[in-house]
T-cell receptor
Framework: NAGVMQNPRHLVRRRGQEARLRCSPM?????VYWYRQLPEEGLKFMVY????????ESGMPKERFSAEFPKEGPSILRIQQVVRGDSAAYFC????????????????FGAGSRLTVL | AQKVTQAQTEISVVEKEDVTLDCVYE???????LFWYKQPPSGELVFLIR??????QNEISGRYSWNFQKSTSSFNFTITASQVVDSAVYFC????????????FGGGTRLMVKP
């Protein structure tokens, strides 16, 4: 029973390029969350998606960042025209349902994708 | 607004010592959830515990124990007889009862256990 799979684990981009980070949730999980961890900091919520829907993107930067979770395939976090400040670890988490009150509702995190912008 | 504060950015102990990691939270919600996650050097996040706001019983799991004090808005984590493998960054996080699992994380405490 594979956990949350993220790839690539490490990605190096030059300023101005695009970065695409992929996340396959745990089997049976239909809710995906993206968090960003800047160096030496805690995780910050970015976006919450269900299949084909963005539920909450209050943590997403207004420009250059987008996320999707299509009907088929992994969730994608896309960063256009990357800048050095985008260098961070991006974590994906999944859960079987939305409300944390549910007994089964602990977020399962992937191992993260570490983006380095040169 | 929710906030989690982990005042200790880094702690260094010698193996077999006990160590307590502090976590103080702020929320206006009456129902909320507190979590601890461990991030070892390999980088992944490992779930340790979830506690809801109406259960103030302390919990023990092997060498790990958690002390939830609603009166002081704290959810501290103690490792007894620390081991080198406990070296990691530990995050405290807060979630509420609204739709979604948008957790608010503290800044983390880096624990170094020396042999």
């Amino acid at each position: 029973n594979a956990g949350v799979m993220q790839n690539p684990r490490h990605l190096v981009r030059r300023r101005g390029q695009e970065a695409r980070l992929r996340c396959s949730p745990m089997k049976g999980h239909s809710h995906v969350y993206w968090y960003r961890q800047l160096p030496e900091e805690g995780l910050k919520f970015m976006v919450y998606l269900q299949k084909e829907n963005i539920i909450d993107e209050s943590g997403m930067p207004k420009e250059r960042f987008s996320a999707e979770f299509p009907k088929e395939g992994p969730s994608i976090l896309r960063i256009q025209q990357v800048v050095r400040g985008d260098s961070a670890a991006y974590f994906c988490a999944s859960s079987p349902r939305s409300r944390v009150a549910s007994g089964a509702n602990v977020l399962t995190f992937g191992a993260g994708s570490r983006l380095t912008v040169l | 607004a929710q906030k989690v504060t982990q005042a200790q950015t880094e702690i260094s102990v010698v193996e077999k010592e006990d160590v307590t990691l502090d976590c103080v939270y702020e929320t206006r919600d009456t129902t909320y959830y507190l979590f601890w996650y461990k991030q070892p050097p390999s980088g992944e996040l490992v779930f340790l515990i979830r506690r809801n706001s109406f259960d103030e019983q302390n919990e023990i799991s092997g060498r790990y124990s958690w002390n939830f004090q609603k009166s002081t808005s704290s959810f501290n984590f103690t490792i007894t007889a620390s081991q080198v493998v406990d070296s990691a960054v530990y995050f405290c996080a807060l979630g509420n009862n609204n739709a979604g699992n948008m957790l608010t994380f503290g800044g983390g405490t880096r624990l170094m256990v020396k042999p």
